[in-house]
């Protein structure tokens, strides 16, 4: 498993994560993929890799929901970030992103 060292909204329904993966952010370049795995029986979601620090071994990655695998991606998100803050949703994706925020006491 990776660490997740930061997780924010950048804006309706696009995320960023910033992850500390030392063997990838070594031999990484620009536009390059990493898959990721919620768990170890989850779907594989390729995600862009949009930046990475090869001295400190972070690569980050900007999602949008929009697939099973995202929305559950989301759900951990929501953990990470707090049921107890505001956010803004603006369409198309609000019907699919309310549900994940009832599925978690958020809305």
């Known amino acids: 498993m990776y660490r997740i060292l ?13 992850v500390e993966a030392k ?4 031999a990484c ?3 390059q993929f990493v898959i990721v795995r919620t768990n170890r029986d989850s779907e594989r979601i390729p995600l862009t890799i949009c930046d990475y620090d090869r001295q400190e071994g972070t ?31 603006e369409d198309p994706g609000y019907h699919k992103i309310y549900k994940i925020y009832k599925s978690h006491q958020v809305a």
């Open 6 to 18: 930061e997780a924010k909204e950048l804006t309706a329904n696009i995320y960023l994560m910033v």
């Open 23 to 26: 063997r990838v952010a070594k």
């Open 29 to 31: 370049e620009p536009g």
């Open 59 to 89: 690569v980050t990655i900007v999602f949008q929901v929009v697939g099973a695998g995202t929305e559950y991606l989301y759900g951990l998100l929501l953990q990470l970030l707090g049921m107890e803050k505001c956010y803004g949703v």
